[in-house]
């Protein structure tokens, strides 16, 4: 149950100490206790934990006009992050994760500015059809974060510049270009600034958990902690990995995101493999690689290596998930 909120605003922009912070955050939040996080990046596309980085942004474009490249810990699709966007994270201990809850103090917030918008499927927030926020989630020992952003100014022309959209994934949303599905805040009220969408957020969140959010003092954060993740975030590890030789490739859409699979063979077994997904179940996810690994090369024996998942999963969404991936590669025969 929670007993107490807290907020820390941060007017740092560099990604990686961002995330950094995101996730220092998540490991610190005390029992009872519900924090909000609010952050801007300057000049960057953040991809979810499991995606294919030079599929899903132009890299060497967005570095060449010095733009930043980042990988959050959560699953979902490819972002562009600049001062014209403003980030958001709700952090709790798994018990009193409500992510209803939570996406309340966004409708709320701004509705204060008489701006009607409402949840659109599982990660949208939408007005008149059209997205200002896509959201994420990650659980990590015993604690939870759901993260988004809201496009109050974004450069729309740098937004559909540096990602790399595919054409199913537009075509399952019932639109032609990625510029066409989003929209800005101020195109719904002009006058809206960041700092007063910052405060109405702290204010809708003191009024949907009905207690007064306290301020994080700085002298209360770990910043050694913080600088430690931080270089992890801007590691080349953790933001691109290691491109995989491969002798099989498979690649899909589902409702529920898009997949590809690389297998490296040898000897008739997968050596290693690679799995990227805008899938939201970033965790789930990233576990396939290490279940295939050392499997025999057989549709069968492949779709049969997933069912361990099946047992380790919280929800029928995941569930669903593991059948879809089975069912395709029973579909392919080899």
Known sequence: MIT???????????????????EYLLETVPVGTCVLYLWQNRFTVVAGRNQNAWQ?????????????????????????????????????????????RQIDVILSAVKAFGIQAEKSGRNDITVQGRKFSGNAFYRSGGSCYHHGTLLVNVNMQDLSRYLNV????????????????????????PELTIKQLQHSLINSFAKTYGCTPSCIADDKIDWQRVEQLTEKFSSWEWKFGHRLEFQYQLTHRFVWGDIQIQLSLDRGRVLQAAVYSDAMDAWLIAQIPQQVRGCVFSSKALAASLNPLLQDTKGEQEKKIIYDLQDLIHKQEF
């Open 4 to 22: 107490k909120t807290q907020y820390y605003i941060t007017q740092n922009t560099l990604p990686y100490r961002n995330l950094a912070l995101e």
């Open 56 to 100: 899903e942004c132009r890299i060497a474009e967005l570095e060449a006009d010095r733009g930043y490249f980042a990988r959050r810990l959560s699953g979902g699709g490819a972002v562009f992050h600049d001062l014209g966007n403003l980030n958001f994270t709700f952090l709790v201990r798994e018990e009193d994760y409500n992510v209803s």
């Open 166 to 189: 595919s054409a199913a994934k537009l075509s399952s949303k019932g639109v032609s270009s990625v510029k066409s599905r989003v929209a800005n805040l101020i195109d719904f009220c």
